[in-house]
């Protein structure tokens, strides 16, 4: 896997700065956390790095991962896997279909079963696959969107707040989980937080965006 690195990112809109000017490498298996209040610019440089960023916004500087140049790519050929605060699960799909979303076309027949029971047992799913999402408590669908998005084969993860909704057992087991994934797959991560434990816990560069301005 290769560096993530933003270089001489900068973000308004409306005219008005939120970003002056960031600079940041996200090494493979490293997590990196942005930080700072509501309205500061955490979502919308992720949507950045991600290609989503709205209209509205103005931007510049550059999104590479390795020597590979992002920026000018649409969000679908970035291979970016992003997780948010909700788990976004298909409602009208069972646990193991929602998972098979995650996988490539091309992966069929007995690969495409043999990848989802996989990932069944790594999320501690086993058994669970024929399930509605709506059955399974908040701790085992944040488990099914997490491997959903690893089966996808993301070369980054980009990381919107999603242990903010969970209890605080809960978000504890969720971020070592989503960590170790991480540090297992070798994927660069960038998290947007308001939360310093979770800058704590991912051990990796912080970013405040208050103190950028």
Do not use: W
Not at 25 to 31: D, E, Q, R, S, Y
Not at 83 to 107: K, R
């Amino acid at each position: 896997m290769a560096t993530l690195t933003l270089d001489g990112i900068r973000l308004s809109v409306g005219g008005a700065p939120l970003i002056p000017h960031l600079d940041l490498a996200i090494a493979p298996g490293t997590v990196a956390t942005v930080m700072g209040p509501s309205g500061s610019g955490k979502s919308s440089l992720l949507a950045l790095v991600a290609g989503l960023l709205p209209t509205a916004f103005t931007a510049g500087g550059h999104v590479r991962l390795g020597p590979e140049e992002l920026t000018p790519l649409p969000a679908h050929r970035r291979r970016l896997g992003l997780l948010y605060q909700d788990d976004l699960l298909f409602p009208h799909l069972s646990i193991a279909d929602n998972l098979a979303f995650g996988l490539e076309p091309a992966i069929r027949g007995a690969a495409r079963k043999r990848a989802v029971d996989e990932a069944l047992i790594a999320a501690e799913l086993e058994g669970l696959g024929g399930r509605d999402p709506a059955t399974l408590s908040g701790g085992q669908r944040a488990r099914a969107a997490l491997f959903r998005t690893l089966l996808a084969r993301p070369r980054a993860l980009l990381l919107d707040e999603p242990f903010s909704r969970l209890d605080q057992d809960l978000r504890i087991r969720m971020r070592r989980l989503v960590f170790d994934q991480a540090a297992a797959h070798d994927l660069p991560v960038l998290l947007v937080s308001h939360d310093p434990a979770d800058a704590e816990a991912a051990a990796g560069p912080v970013v405040d965006l208050q103190a950028l301005r």
